[in-house]
């Protein structure tokens, strides 16, 4: 059998290399959290550098884009059609603003009405205008079923 004191010994031989694991544990954790906070600072500085030319080539393709957007819009039939109309809207205000303070210069009796600028309303004024196409539309279908109605009742003896 063994005597206390060899048991004691071994007993502090076995909380000294577990202690001694512990702290090589914890070592070993600390260096691989230190190398993931090393791995996580380069690719910050990475993605940084990355990221201004990224940002760059960002809003050179979002110029080009709105660009294009813009060209498609004023190219198209309602693009040519609005500014056709808000160019004359432009110049009947300009005329009549003009007109208006030459008479009054002038002092002459003819009074000419200044137009009010107006907010260009190009949504509301497209969806005012399909909704009134759709509604003639329609009208037109029951004018339609109208005229139907009325065909049949005279065709029957």
Do not use: C
């Not at 577990?18 to 906070?37: C, K, P, W």
């Not at 813009?70 to 059609?81: E, N, P, Y």
């Not at 609005?82 to 160019?87: E, G, K, L």
């Amino acid at each position: 059998m063994r005597d206390i004191a060899t048991l004691q010994a071994d007993l502090a031989a076995a909380e000294a290399a577990a202690t001694s694991a512990r702290q090589a544990a914890e070592r070993a954790q600390q260096e691989r959290l230190e190398r993931q906070q090393e791995r996580g600072e380069e690719w910050d500085r990475n993605f940084l550098d990355r990221a201004e030319a990224e940002l760059e080539q960002l809003a050179r393709d979002e110029r080009a884009a709105r660009e294009a957007f813009v060209a498609a819009v004023v190219g198209s039939d309602i693009g040519r059609t609005w500014i056709a109309m808000r160019s004359l809207r432009w110049r009947r205000m300009s005329v009549s603003g003009d007109a208006m303070n030459t008479a009054n210069r002038r002092g002459d009796s003819r009074r000419f009405h200044e137009l009010a600028y107006r907010d260009p309303r190009l949504l509301e004024d497209l969806l005012d205008i399909l909704e009134n196409a759709a509604k003639n539309e329609a009208a037109g279908l029951d004018e339609a079923r109208a005229d139907e109605r009325q065909s049949y009742i005279e065709e029957r003896p």
